[in-house]
């Protein structure tokens, strides 16, 4: 039994972590996390990142003609670099 009406934890915690005012900040740390996690796995998937061993120079297969990047800006690209299997 709570001594002089103290909220107990549970109250305590939902009233702090679930205030209205902590919304905004809970979608934006949301949106860099998965940005960040994003970016890392886009990099991880690069034609200079060796997974496998089947081909230890994967960015000698890459052709003039292929894009490799993620936004081309004013060139023109006849297909896009895909990775055949990690």
């Not at 796995?41 to 994967?58: D, E, F, H, I, Q």
């Not at 003039?64 to 990047?69: C, L, R, S, V």
């Amino acid at each position: 039994m709570p001594a002089n009406n103290r909220p107990s934890m549970l109250q305590h915690l939902r009233r702090n972590w679930f205030a209205v005012e902590a919304i905004p900040m809970y979608v934006i740390i949301g949106g860099v996390v998965t940005g960040a996690a994003w970016y890392t796995y886009r990099l991880a998937m690069g034609p200079s990142v060796v997974w496998t061993k089947t081909n230890p120079t994967p960015w000698n297969t890459i052709q003039p003609n292929e894009n490799i990047k993620l936004a081309a800006v004013n060139q023109k690209f006849d297909k896009s670099w895909i990775r055949e299997r990690l």
